[in-house]
């Protein structure tokens, strides 16, 4: 079997072209990458090196084992990766979601019921595309999306619905209604944190000619919503947010009483990983109709 350095050796020949750029970038010698190229041919058996007075080229062969070599280089690493990750997802329960939302539940019970579930909560929200590729790649024991996903390999558990609501000046006509509709909205100037998953699509694809101020940071959003007209987004997980700034806010909670201000939200796992995360899904379900009904 080749060494995988030798591999790695070729590989970086192959990109700069000379012994010294290769050593240099390798870290070792001249005369180690030299003598490794030399083993290297000597197993393969071939001649892979052009050799002349103080040039060292690729032949057409080398070419070749060149790229073959990158092909068992990427192998290696990927097994090494998924090897690492399935361990890591063993455990410890890595969590993805596509909104915000149900990251807050988790968070909440991570310091009660949920305190021994080594939980790892990853804030990135994802793309609804990319969560049966994550789930079968082990970046995540179990992820919180708006889809229902059922495969051979994959399952999903209800766990609850998100509601969606609007914050508005107290002194305004909407302000008295019990509900309003998204067309109710329409033309309104709104404050939102940037990173919302998937309700960006349904504010920005609801509301007739509405106007959408993305603000990155938390306590900006915090301050603007608290001293300004704006209105803003929440939902019915966002009372129980640990970091709730908005409880000190004078403007008025309506709800929205269009269908597409509710999402359903499922747990989707590898079929092979339900006896790990069903006790945390168990949890976050019950605590869900609990907190959130």
């Known amino acids: 079997m080749i060494d995988n350095y030798l591999l790695e050796e070729l590989v970086a020949l192959k990109k700069y072209g000379t012994l010294a750029a290769t050593a240099q ?6 005369p180690t990458v030299t003598r490794g190229m030399q083993k290297l041919e000597d197993e393969l058996g071939v001649q892979i090196f052009d050799r002349q007075p103080n040039r060292i080229t690729l032949t057409k062969t080398g070419e070749l ?37 149900p990251l807050i539940l988790l968070k909440k019970l991570q ?16 793309d609804t595309k990319d969560v049966s590729g994550k ?3 082990h970046d995540h024991s179990f992820i919180l999306t708006n889809q229902e996903l059922m495969t051979d390999e994959i399952e999903s558990l209800y766990i609850g619905t998100e509601r969606l609501s609007v ?11 019990k509900s309003v509709s998204f067309d109710d909205l329409k033309g309104l100037s709104f404050i939102v944190l940037s990173d919302i998953g998937v309700w960006k699509k349904v504010a920005e694809g609801k509301i007739p000619d509405a106007k959408f101020l993305y603000q990155e940071q938390r306590e900006a959003f915090s301050e603007i919503t608290k001293y300004s007209d704006f209105p803003y987004f929440t939902t019915n997980i966002s009372k129980i947010d640990p970091d709730d700034t908005f409880s000190d806010h004078d403007q008025i909670n309506v709800p ?9 939200f499922y747990a989707a796992y590898l079929k092979t990983n339900k006896r790990q995360v069903a006790p945390v899904l168990k949890t976050m ?6 907190y959130l009904s």
């Open 25 to 30: 970038h390798l870290l070792v010698t001249q």
């Open 65 to 101: 084992a060149a790229k073959e070599a990158q092909k068992v280089i990427d192998r290696n690493n990927q097994l090494i990766e998924t090897v690492q990750k399935y361990d890591y997802n063993h455990k410890n329960i890595k969590v993805g979601s596509v909104a915000p939302g």
């Open 111 to 126: 310091s009660s019921k949920l305190a021994d579930a080594n939980l790892d909560l990853d804030h990135k929200l994802m």
């Open 135 to 137: 789930l079968l790649n």
């Open 167 to 177: 914050n508005l000046n107290q002194f305004t006509l909407l302000a008295n209604k």
């Open 256 to 264: 929205i009483s269009d269908e597409a201000s509710k999402m359903d």
């Open 285 to 290: 379900s019950a605590s869900w109709s609990k």
